[in-house]
């Protein structure tokens, strides 16, 4: 939950220069929700208080061990793994050099610069942010992405500073975001078993297709890239026609993929590899 800044100039004796702490604190979970797991099931946020004694001069420490004995059975000392939904260290992001972090309603703003750490909180409402569990931060073609269980938020990067809203989509699980321009405007959600697309701020149940079990999208000159179990060519086409399958390569997959000019680096269990995506046609391996 520490934000850490450091100094990585010799990989092999990496220095802590400043530790801020507690910087990522916050769980998006519900005030209330219950969760069955192993035949048991956990209720969270439900308060009650109930007292069960009074501590004075003549009775300093009260004798408790007859309600622990109780409530034994439906009480525990340390939250199931199984329940922290949403680790409170996944929003970072890093644009142009400048370090953004999540926060509760806002962006902040990270710099260390000749031993002084600084932090700026970017006021931005958030609109109905505490109600999607938060899961990833990604920065992608100039758009800010909070990706939660519920649907995903976006933010402008060129108007970060003049903007006061950011602006939401409802979507079952998405993975992974971006955004497309041509030949229509919108947007790509992934989400775990299709592709959808997302014009004029409103989804379609025709316009999706199957996601190969795929967990990245990447945007090449308004061609869709998914990878997964195969890296798919799509085309994000209108409102209602179902999105266009351009090509597939069975040989390239992975988990992850990031873009650098026509350089396209895809991570899987074999390792890293890089590909020349200069001409989509005709994706070939970089020796």
Not at 115 to 136: E, G, H, M, Q, W
Not at 155 to 168: I, K, R
């Amino acid at each position: 939950v520490d934000l850490l800044v450091i100094d990585v100039e010799d990989p092999l004796q990496a220095k802590v220069k400043h530790r801020e702490a507690n910087h990522f604190n916050k769980y998006y979970n519900s005030d209330w929700s219950m969760l069955q797991t192993n035949s048991a099931v956990y209720v969270i946020g439900n308060k009650q208080i109930v007292l069960t004694g009074t501590e004075t001069d003549k009775n300093p420490a009260p004798d408790f061990s007859e309600y622990d004995k109780l409530y034994e059975n439906i009480t525990v000392k340390e939250i199931p793994e199984t329940l922290q939904f949403d680790k409170p260290y996944v929003g970072i992001i890093n644009i142009e050099n400048k370090i953004y972090t999540l926060g509760y309603k806002s962006l902040v703003l990270c710099s260390y610069t000749s031993d002084v750490f600084k932090i700026t909180r970017l006021a931005i409402d958030f609109t109905n942010y505490i109600s999607i569990p938060i899961s990833n931060l990604q920065y992608k073609d100039g758009m800010i992405y909070i990706i939660g269980t519920y649907g995903f938020t976006y933010l402008d990067y060129n108007n970060l500073l003049t903007q006061n809203n950011a602006y939401q989509h409802w979507n079952q699980g998405p993975l992974d975001v971006i955004s497309v321009k041509k030949p229509v405007s919108g947007f790509v959600a992934l989400s775990k078993n299709v592709i959808e697309g997302i014009i004029n701020g409103e989804g379609s149940r025709n316009n999706y297709v199957s996601s190969l079990k795929a967990t990245s999208l990447i945007n090449v000159n308004d061609t869709i890239l998914a990878l997964g179990e195969r890296l798919t060519l799509y085309h994000l086409i209108s409102q209602t026609e179902p999105i266009e399958l351009i090509k597939e390569y069975p040989d390239i997959s992975g988990s992850c993929m990031t873009r650098n000019g026509d350089v396209l680096a895809v991570a899987n269990k074999q390792g890293l590899f890089f590909y020349d995506v200069g001409n989509l046609k005709n994706i070939k391996l970089i020796p």
